[in-house]
């Protein structure tokens, strides 16, 4: 599987061992001492992961899953922590965390949470690469013709939909072929078929 992994510790001994251990199950593996060198230099991307130490100085891994959150389709973030703490690691798992290890762990329960979190992440780049697909398609279209989309998907025949909206068939039936035209499809089949 390739992909990128993302490995962010302040300690750089643990920063050199994650970095090796990683590039052994071919992806390309990205070292950050700290949060901020981070985010100065990530980009969302299809396949990729996170692997985050808890307690960094500056922004520590709650605070860096916290920014991430706002950005679009972040990736899974497995956190890191040589200390045992349950509301910590409650908190994190609350925020979105795809997992959270204790230091020491086993090189083969990482790697393979590691291999885990990349396939997450194309099921959910793919979902965001479809929305996005979706929303632009929406825009080519009039807020009127957007409305007349909405019910059509709702399975509303042109009737419903002209009652819905107080506008006469024929009116609906004109929305509806603009929209037709306009995103390229044939078919109301066709049309459901795009926004699902």
Same mark, same amino acid.
């Given at each position: 599987m390739s992909g990128t992994v993302y490995v962010v510790d302040? @300690?750089?001994? !643990? +920063?050199?061992?994650l970095g090796e251990l990683i590039a052994s199950i071919d992806v390309e593996v990205r070292t950050f001492a700290s949060a901020q060198g981070f985010l100065n230099d990530y980009r969302p991307s299809s396949c990729q992961c996170l692997?985050? @130490? +808890?307690?960094m100085p500056e922004i520590d891994g709650i605070g860096l899953q916290k920014r991430l959150a706002g950005m679009n389709c972040?990736?899974? *973030?497995? #956190?890191? %922590?040589? #200390?045992? @703490?349950?509301? *910590?690691a409650?908190? /994190?798992m609350k925020e979105g965390a795809f997992d959270f290890v204790q230091k020491p762990c086993s090189a083969n !329960?990482? +790697?393979?949470k590691i291999q885990q979190a990349l396939r997450l992440s194309q099921a959910r780049y793919a979902i965001w690469l479809d929305q996005q /697909?979706?929303?632009a398609r929406l825009e080519l +279209? %009039?807020?009127k013709e957007r409305m007349v989309v909405r019910h059509v998907l709702e399975g509303m025949t042109s009737r419903e939909i002209s009652q819905s909206l107080d506008l006469s068939v024929r009116t609906v039936e004109n929305h509806r072929a603009r929209i037709m035209e306009k995103l390229h499809v044939e078919s109301t089949v066709d049309l459901v078929k795009l926004f699902k």
């Open positions: 302040d @300690d750089a001994s !643990v +920063l050199k061992m692997v985050c @130490d +808890l307690r972040p990736p899974p *973030i497995i #956190f890191l %922590t040589g #200390f045992a @703490d349950v509301g *910590i409650v908190e /994190a !329960v990482l +790697l393979g /697909a979706q929303n +279209l %009039t807020p």
